[in-house]
């Protein structure tokens, strides 16, 4: 039997909302997804006019979708922005020299600037080279860091106002999740803001514009306006404690498909009680970027590494007990 | 993102194999007969010492429960209540050290009506309960949760909290107490003789009439889902365990929540969308009902040092199956989340203490305590603080945005759209029939008579409101509770209509 699209009451649905469960048609589909992102962006004040926003694109669903709804809606309202993409190569054979093809396709569909910054060109490492040395495991602090300042660094080069990622409400109800499951309690506050804080210097402020649209609709989206993305998971180990708060989620929404925003709706609404120790945000005191720490040192090993920070600094020699429990662990 | 990975990973390198007669790490004497944590052994008389401690110490380090106080035990016959009461008993015992100085009663609310319990299984519960009641020497109250449909409307109305500080009034508490109970002695009075005393004022238990049972059992089925009956119920009971701390003029309730449960509580809130009270649901006390206040002296222990205790010490529990006994993982939101921390602390053993520890750093972000609150401020059904006035940008916000508009061109049909899942009233983006916009005589009112699931909506917080969404009608939903509502919406279309004359908005500063 036929379904009746509920919005407009004449054509027939074409699918049903998995973040409402209404059955609508093609365009009102469309049309809803892109007024949503719209009010997100008006309500959270995300852009001002004239301003150069940074799309960061990595060739996948998200992005793709963020590029794609951006475009639009800048030219619907009238927002007045100059936007261009921005993508990080991290230098993983078979996997981002293939999704990179794609964000090249889209900077001649969408008509939008592209600028590629690469790992090898900013620190002289590749992802496929950072690998090698220090195996599949705990690879992902080192992505995860250099592309936060390659991003950074990127939109610098370009002088773009702000950078915008295509986080979606998924991945912000999964990091409330993994936050809560790792006790970080000041990620746990930071992690629902819509935008990062704009008054840190050096830093360019961040929004995720797709904060409150679903995976599902991301993809439902891309697939019916036939978007081109490319969706293979990255090869290097994905993170295995995430899989869980992310299998969590996927069954949270199957019981009660408003789970996500639920628990979007909690992290928003918490605060931390007065008097627990916070980390301040400051400089390393070495390159000058943002850092929880006086010198920004990664935590490889397992064990406390104040010590070693110490002597590090201070470019004393380091046992091989020291050295050992620098590296990541085999097993 | 990945140092959790390495922190466990750590604790499994170094996991050794406990050799088999290992000795007491306390003592260093006696044989250990069980591991609490990963390396601690204990053996019997020093767990016992050192659980016994901890329940003391956590009621002395919180300084909550005054001497002379009268508290409400709620015993649910599971391990973890049931020690509970094993503790106070041991604590209010003659030849204890440091003696709890409180007047303890218990309370078991009997849900058997709603989980699927016969007339006989019930009273063979209720029964085996008694039993070990009876054996404490306290007073026991043994209520039908069919009891709810004779609730007054007052249950919910919010009380202003007797904002004892705690500290120095505590000294002086205790001081005061002391006194009197010497005064007691010279006189040859016994605390003993007040207990006994207070026997006599036993709540008998009465088996509910079985109209009740099928008014209650309709109520239930008009919840869709088993989340929600889930929600219903945790609402329902507490309802009544506030009722009767009430009229028996007990101050504090004190609940059996072990850290384990706290934990699974803490990430079902969260995913229940109750975030904003997520510390008074959790924390050590939570005085969002002002006059009665609920302590969680068990949340130190984890289950499973709970049932080793019972165990060892011969602590006797009686099962009752609750709504989601012998259901699948992923039959409820609450289910789910129990087997999924369970899993989980299985493979990461620092699961439950690292949830339990977050609880402890967060407090609500819209004050509960704040006593000048506007009673409309309170949600109907959980009494938290609403958390439904959050700003333009937010996920709230955000969901009305969506059903509006996946609903939105077709008004002109209202009959058309979902009555359960779309809400008339943010479907009208032109306002014609709005609750905010109090339409006074409008012709649109003569439907409201009766309040829709919509009108009801707007007093209940975000959570509260996902739990309504899933009853079919309210009309099944006990009295005390459409009739507070009533009388909330009287008083808000009253406030709406002198709304011109008021100068000041206290209400919408806030």
Redesign the interface.
Known sequence: MPV?C????QNRAALK?P????S?CRS?FF??FE??VH??IV???LFSRGETVGIGASGGKDSTVLAHVLKVLNERYDYGLKLLLLSVDEGITGYRDDSLETVKRNQQQYDLPLKIVSYEELYGWTMDAIVKQVGL??N??FC?VFRRQALDRGAMMLNVDKICTGHNADDVAET??MN????D?AR?RRCTA?STASDGEGAIPRCKPLK?AYEKEIVLYAYFKKLDYFSTECIYSP????G?ART?LK??E???P??I??????????????G?KMPVQGTCSRCGYISSQALGLP?L???KHHRLHGKILAQQPLTQEEERKLKA?D? | MCEVDEENSGCLQSRSVPGVCKMCVKCKENTAVLIIRVGDAFCRSCFKEYFVHKFRAMLGKNRVIFPGEKVLLTVSGGAASSSMLAQVQEGLGRDAPKKLRFIPAIIYIDEGGVCGQDPEEREETVAQLETIFRKTGFPYHIISLEQVFSLPSSVLEPVPGGARQPGGDYKAAVDQYIQQSKLKQKRGEASVEEAQDSLTHLNIYSPPSPEHTQTLQRLFSTLKTLTAKEDLLQTLRQHLILHTARTHGYSKVMMGDSCTRLAIKLLTNISLGRGASLAADTGFSDSRYGDVVVVRPMRDYSSKEITFYNRLFGVESVFTPSLDTKAPDKASIQRLTESFIIKLQADFPSTVSTIYRTSEKLHTASSPQNSSAEPSAKCLLCLCAADTKAEEASAFQATLLSERLSVGKAQSDPAHSNPASSNPASSNPAGSCCQEQGCGAGGCCSTSRIPAPTDLKTLLCYSCRLTIKDLITVEALPHYITSEAEKRQRRAQMKEEIGEFLLDEDEDAE
């Open positions: 009746q509920s919005s407009c009451g909302r973040k409402t469960g209404h609508l009102c049309w809803a007024e949503e009010h997100t309500s959270g004040r495991k705990n992902c602090t995860g409330v999740l809560v499951l790792r006790g309690i746990l819509i409150y993170n295995a404690y995430r869980h969590f069954d949270l199957a019981v009660r408003s789970a925003m639920d628990v979007i709706h909690s992290g928003e609404n918490l605060s931390v009680r007065e627990v935590k090993g397992i064990g662990v097993f």
